[in-house]
């Protein structure tokens, strides 16, 4: 009985309990000195597994596409339109009063948290809340694009250091771009069409891809965590950015959302808006701007993914009210 309630715990909570585990085995690393040389060895190792579980979320994702049915629909225009009027406010306030030091660090970390494009898995909590794959799919690769374009664009006007030309960043963005979804995509449509058992088993695996982000999860979190402990600055700065990540993820979920109800597509456009790619915009955070910026995201992992757990629990919630 407490096996069985143990395990369904875990189910309904996956993702704060992979957040918790990722966290937890970190601090335990960290500071047990007799762990310093396991830690050392392990910690290359999850850097290269972790590309390698968003490839595999993404391939068991795209394997149950309908590949006929990717196509631009109205709500994925209004969706850009805001994360655009987003990005346009930011870079106005960090150009208009010339921020610096802190309050320039807590602007980039902030606009990360808008620039950054929607998770490519965020088509598997879509499909666990019962909105469209398809839909979501497209509407990642348009994001992309969008982060693609404006990353190159608003980075150097910020950081002036920055060693960026239009073209380097512009290609190099997109061809980061294209080995997380474009090559996935490809074997997924490959495999669909022409290897047909192995689909059939791919797919007979319920929730494989989620907990495959389950797990990825536990990784990214804790790299967070690292960061955050690592980090040279105060504690205040640190909550301000948090805080603020947090309103951020709330604001997006929430107008994504109201987008989406005109369209009768409420879920798949709250999750378009709300849920990024973190440990892309960490990447981009640390390569490109004040590293300190990369706090903004890593605490919005956090925040989307206590949205995320919400709404999956309503959904069990109502499947089971609706199956008694």
């Known amino acids: 009985m407490i096996k069985e309630r143990t395990i369904r715990l875990i189910k309904d909570w ?9 966290a937890l085995l970190y601090l335990i690393f960290a500071f047990t000195p007799q762990l310093e040389e396991a830690a050392m060895f392990f910690d290359p190792i999850f850097d290269a597994i972790l590309p390698m579980f968003m490839f595999f979320i993404l391939f068991v994702t795209f394997c149950k596409v309908d590949f006929h049915k990717l196509r ?3 709500w994925h225009l209004w969706v850009s339109v805001f994360q655009l009027i987003f990005i346009g406010v930011l870079m106005g306030l960090i150009l208009g009063f010339t921020m610096t030091g802190d309050s320039l660090i807590l602007m980039e970390a902030i606009l990360m948290c808008v620039i950054s494009p929607c998770a490519a898995a965020a ?3 879509t499909q666990k809340l019962g909105g469209s794959l398809e839909q979501m799919t497209t509407y990642t690769f348009i994001s992309n694009f969008i982060t693609a374009m404006m990353v190159p664009i608003c980075f ?33 449509y490959i495999v669909k069409h022409h290897i047909h058992q192995l689909h059939k088993k791919i797919i007979s695996i319920k929730d494989l891809s989620y907990y495959l982000w389950g797990c990825s999860l536990m990784i990214v979190t804790g790299t967070t965590v690292k960061n955050i402990v690592h980090a040279n600055t105060t504690v205040t700065l640190l909550f301000a950015i948090a805080m603020l990540g947090m309103v951020m993820c709330v604001v997006q979920f929430a107008v994504g959302r109201f987008i ?19 440990a892309f915009a960490i990447w981009m955070a640390y390569t490109y701007l004040n590293p300190l910026s990369s706090v903004g995201p890593g605490c919005y992992i956090l925040w989307q993914n206590i949205v995320n757990s919400i709404e999956i629990w309503q959904k069990r919630k109502t499947n089971s009210l609706s199956a008694s």
Request: hydrophobic share 50%; charged share 10%.
């Open 156 to 188: 150097p006007l910020i950081e002036k250091g920055a060693n960026m030309t239009f073209w380097a960043a512009f290609s190099k963005i997109l061809y980061e771009v294209a080995v997380v979804l474009l090559v996935p995509m490809l074997l997924a």
């Open 260 to 278: 989406g109800h005109y369209f009768d597509h409420t879920q798949e456009s709250g999750q378009a808006l709300g849920q990024k790619n973190t």
């Open 123 to 125: 088509a598997v909590v």
């Open 14 to 22: 996956t993702l704060p309990v992979s957040m918790s585990t990722g």
């Open 72 to 74: 631009p629909v109205t």
